[in-house]
């Protein structure tokens, strides 16, 4: 079992204090955005193991890379090859990210291939296939959480629209409430997408403006405004379900919802890609084309997401998908040892109290890899969550 010592991204979005205060730190003034624990090789965790010549400092990329089996166990790397099959972090966010969407993995090996076959380099900002893998993600929220999740019926965002009072949106509330469900949504989001720049602009700017007066529903369209004036992300967004999580609470993205997140604290645990292909609140590339064939163009409840508890104390949120499982632990001070060993690898983080893992103690946002197979157990008091590979 392996202390882990994790990078922090200052995406733009991220919250400049709910990391720090997580961790007790001071905030250093600059966005601290994602806390990314995992073999993820744009920011592996860092790991100290002994040798025969003494301590050394290395990369879990490099310590898998070295022995994966004896790592991961034999049925991980036979599932999904010799890395670790899932990528933890915490999320942090100030502002909104990006409406985005996720391939699923049919369409992740199509597109990553014909990009590859196309020449197009890997870290070119219009490459829109990073790796020939989905991204499955789980968002659980530690603070009250705000997010978009999956498209709302067509006329409940028609009547969201109807109710700014401005002109130019009047061709998208007529199609919207002209034409089935999934040719509703299609043809907005493609007008949405395809207009002239400049005069989306002003539509934006006049219903950012309708929103902020109106308020109440239309509250949240208004902040996403302020941060991305302009943007026809900002309409994109008035199509999503909006949703607030309670601490506790999750949320489950499959492949082809659109979805972002707006505000607050979580743990985020996803299959271990780089897949994203935006359509709004961003300055990077929009492959639109692409976009609209990922897309899944249906209205979809946000399927809010409660722990569901074991008799062995785990409470587990229940996902679809064989690349991670997420759990929690609520450890009480003075019972009995919790046992935790696994035949997968496993990565285990505080976010409360002080935890107790073997004979590693874990404060608040600090995290320990264990191998597959390696014998722990737990005590608290604190609360432990636990990603590992679904069984």
Known sequence: MDRLSNTVRPYAWGSTTAIPALLGIAPTGEPQAEMWMGAHPGAPSRITRTTASGEIELALTDAIDADPEGELGAPTVARFGPRLPFLLKLLAAGAPLSVQVHPDLDQAREGYADEEARGVPVDAPHRTY??????????????????????????????????????????????LRAHPEEAA?????????????????ETVTEAAAAAERLGGAHAPYARIAHHFPGDPGVLAAMLLNYVELQPGEALFLGAGVPHAYLDGLGVEIMANSDNVLRCGLTPKHIDVPELLRIVRFEATEPGVLRPEAAPSGEELYETPVDEFALSRYTLASGAAPTALTAPTPQILLCTAGTVTVGELTLGPGESAYVPAGERVEATGPGTLFRATVAA
């Open 130 to 175: 990073k790796d020939a893998n989905h991204k499955p993600e789980l968002i659980c929220a530690l603070t009250p959480f705000a997010g978009l999740c999956g498209f709302r019926p067509p006329t409940e965002a028609a009547d969201a629209m109807e109710a700014l009072g401005v002109d130019s949106l009047k061709p998208y509330v007529d199609l």
């Open 185 to 201: 949504l299609r043809e907005v989001l493609t007008a949405i997408l395809g207009a002239n720049p400049a005069e989306m602009a």
